[in-house]
């Protein structure tokens, strides 16, 4: 099985940054695409960033600017650097990947989410 944990949410306030880090665990034979998901009280899920496993990157445009999604391959984790944080920007936050897992061929192709965390926007 993969699991995918997230870490680094938290309360900061309107201006301030935060950074989350999501690690993929487990046996792993590729990370292709991951990226970053949240959903607000009342609202359904929207896509934030995703990065490829060559390292392109795509936005929503309501964090082009302010967010930066990057990756270490070596350590399975993606990260979210995210600056200049609105009080709309509140929400649980959800790390999602595509995996290759196993560690022989034929591997499985799957993709995977995490628990979520918190990020909380207020002063």
């Known amino acids: 099985q993969v699991q995918l944990v997230e870490s680094g949410g938290g309360l900061v306030q309107p201006g301030g940054s935060l950074r989350l880090s999501c690690v993929a665990s487990g046996i792993i034979f590729r990370v292709n695409d991951m990226g970053w998901y949240r959903q607000a009280p009342g609202k359904q899920r929207e896509f934030v960033a995703d990065?490829?496993?060559?390292?392109?990157?795509n936005y929503a445009d309501s964090v082009k600017g302010r967010f930066t999604v990057s990756r270490d391959n070596a350590k399975n984790t993606v990260y979210l650097e995210m600056n200049s944080l609105k009080p709309e920007d509140t929400a649980a936050y959800y790390c999602?990947?595509?995996?290759?897992?196993?560690?022989?061929?034929?591997?499985?192709?799957?993709?995977?989410w995490g628990q979520g965390t918190q990020v909380t926007v207020s002063s």
């Open positions: 990065i490829s496993n060559g390292g392109s990157t």
């Open positions: 999602t990947a595509e995996v290759l897992r196993g560690s022989t061929s034929p591997y499985l192709r799957s993709r995977y």
